[in-house]
């Protein structure tokens, strides 16, 4: 595609570009923007800046999604024991599956997922809560609240 | 240990409560999944108490030796209320009933057994 060609039809297509000068396998994505030709912009960034981006962004929802997933899930047993359709020993062999098994954070990560959950959820949520979605320690939770607060 | 009056405390409200039975009240009530606790160090159930959330001891603990809290209550008939309440026991909860609750509403109504420790995570006021 020449510069009369865009000039002509005025939209973005996809350039094949072969590097030659470059040893190595680049990924980059290229971003331009405006709202005419004359003060379009152009940003050009390695992909894998973006993805780390998003990839934490994403992880965080995951986790999110897994545990309310769980929480359903335990929710339809617990109904299912209060309506007397298990018995109290079936409903506590059951809910061993769905016993939270707690792992150890970094500070500065729980903060960002707490910060991230609180921006989704609201603020009407308990350190209890949180710890569930992460499957961490609520005095850990309690603590990075602190600093977050602070 | 840990062995306080509810009436007797003026200037400090009281937070949680620590015993065998316990009457929970409250309109709205969660689940959340069960965990080891890493002081009692075993499975406990745990539920969230909203709107108008009420806890009250109906059996002491024998000892009567608070396990969690040093400042729990854990006198025959101690209460605690607040928004919200965040209550553990070692059986899971059952047999909900609907009470009259206050002129307005009605609520959820249920005996919590084992080991139980309520904590006022959200006050009134």
Redesign the interface.
């Known amino acids: 595609m020449n510069g009369k060609d865009y000039e002509r039809s005025g939209t973005a297509q996809l350039v094949k570009y072969k590097p030659r000068k470059f040893k190595e396998k680049f990924d980059l994505l290229i971003r331009a923007y405006g709202s005419s030709r004359e003060d379009m912009q152009m940003i050009i960034s390695p992909t894998s800046s973006v993805e780390y981006r998003f990839k934490n962004f994403l992880q965080v929802l995951f986790e999110i999604i897994g545990s309310q997933n769980n929480q359903l899930d335990y929710s339809g047993f617990y109904i299912s024991f209060l309506l007397g359709q298990i018995s109290k020993k079936e409903f506590e062999e059951i809910s061993d599956k769905f016993v939270i098994k707690e792992k150890k954070l970094p500070d500065d990560i729980l903060q960002y997922k707490i910060s991230l959950v609180k921006d989704i959820m609201g603020e009407d949520l308990t350190p209890k809560e949180i710890a569930q979605f992460f499957q961490c320690d609520e005095r850990d939770v309690i603590q990075a609240l602190k600093l977050l607060t602070a | 240990m840990g062995t306080k009056d509810a009436d007797s405390s003026e200037s400090r409200r009281p937070l949680s409560i620590e015993c065998e039975v316990a009457e929970l009240t409250a309109t709205k009530t969660n689940?959340?999944?069960?965990?080891?606790h890493?002081i009692l160090n075993q499975?406990v159930?745990?539920l969230?108490l909203r709107w108008g959330a009420r806890a009250k001891i109906l059996k002491e603990l024998s000892p009567k030796r608070f396990r969690i809290d040093s400042d729990a209550l854990l006198d025959l008939g101690s209460q605690i209320s607040g928004k919200?309440i965040?209550c553990i026991s070692t059986?899971?909860v059952?047999?909900?009933r609907t009470v009259e609750f206050s002129g307005k509403h009605r609520a959820q109504y249920s005996i919590a057994s084992g080991y139980v420790y309520c904590n006022v995570?959200v006050p009134f006021y």
Do not use: M, Q, V
């Open positions: 689940t959340l999944l069960p965990i080891i890493p499975k159930y745990r969230k919200i965040e059986d899971p059952g047999d909900f995570f």
